[in-house]
């Protein structure tokens, strides 16, 4: 794709503060890209704008943030949105019979209805431009499930089947959608998920008391490495596809354990391959 064709589209990103979000944000701006970087918190957005890229604050949790964050990035680029990459998103851990009401809501806010609300935000400016592309980041957690992240797994289930839904509903319009699956990437996300751990699960007086020690060891592990891990660059790579081919993926596998195991579980009897869920949490 050539350098002019690049420079006259404009992306929009979540979760720009670290990670992939962080990656992914540079790694377009370096391409050409009409980059904007959003973060939850101010003082993220000002680092971000010391590094070049133009940002402004989006919560998902804030139905406000995401209507005046919409406005301004059409304000700014005169109506005109290339991409949307939705990658905002934290993980709450914890067992399923330990999460109240208010943190599955919680859970939920940030990972499925605020992508949902500000994904149709921005369809109606893609449509009568005739071309878009959205492009939502999952999880291997949206194909398989692990034990202890059931609120993680539960967003990112229902953010796949709305976006396979909205795919076939925007069919023929000129705008694309795909999702991508990540495994492990190089990230903040465990640390991140640590203080939604301590809010709203009670380890001390919960049956899952042991399991919950081990995990807290591996969330608050500096410089632990989940085999496999692979920077985030290698999200980018696959962003990049979805924005630029003719055809882009329905879905992008990223790291060996996604398509290892989204092979088994086409491949096994689900007592199988509960066996192989429970041993690789």
Request: positive net charge; hydrophobic residues 40%; contains cysteine.
């Amino acid at each position: 794709m050539s350098k002019s064709l690049i420079s006259s589209r404009s992306v929009l990103i979540t979760g720009c503060s670290s990670g992939i979000g962080y990656c992914v944000a540079h790694g377009l701006k370096s391409r050409g890209y009409s980059v904007f970087a959003t973060a939850r918190k101010s003082e993220d957005v000002a680092r971000l704008q010391q590094e070049g890229l133009e940002s402004l604050v989006l919560d998902l949790d804030d139905s406000q943030s995401i209507v005046e964050a919409v406005q301004t990035v059409l304000e700014r680029t005169e109506g005109r949105l290339y991409g949307l990459f939705n990658n905002g998103a934290y993980g709450q851990p914890g067992a399923i019979e330990d999460l109240s009401r208010e943190a599955l809501r919680q859970q939920f806010e940030t990972n499925f209805f605020g992508t949902h609300e500000l994904t149709c935000q921005v369809i109606p400016a893609m449509r009568q431009q005739g071309e878009g592309r959205i492009i939502q980041n999952s999880s291997v957690l949206g194909i398989i499930v692990l034990a202890y992240r059931g609120a993680y797994n539960a967003s990112k289930f229902a953010l796949e089947g709305l976006t396979d839904t909205l795919r076939l509903e925007l069919a023929g319009t000129g705008i694309f959608v795909s999702l991508i699956e990540p495994g492990p990437i190089e990230s903040r996300f465990r640390a991140n998920g640590y203080p939604m751990f301590k809010k709203y699960i009670d380890a001390e007086h919960s049956v899952h008391q042991k399991a919950y020690a081990k995990m807290e060891e591996r969330l608050l592990a500096e410089g632990a490495v989940i085999p496999f891990t692979l920077p985030p660059e290698a999200v980018l790579k696959r962003v990049i596809h979805a924005l630029e081919s003719k055809r882009p993926q329905p879905r992008y596998y990223v790291t060996k354990p996604t398509y290892l195991l989204a092979t088994l579980k086409r491949l096994l009897p689900h007592r199988a391959m509960d066996w192989v869920l429970k041993h690789s949490s």
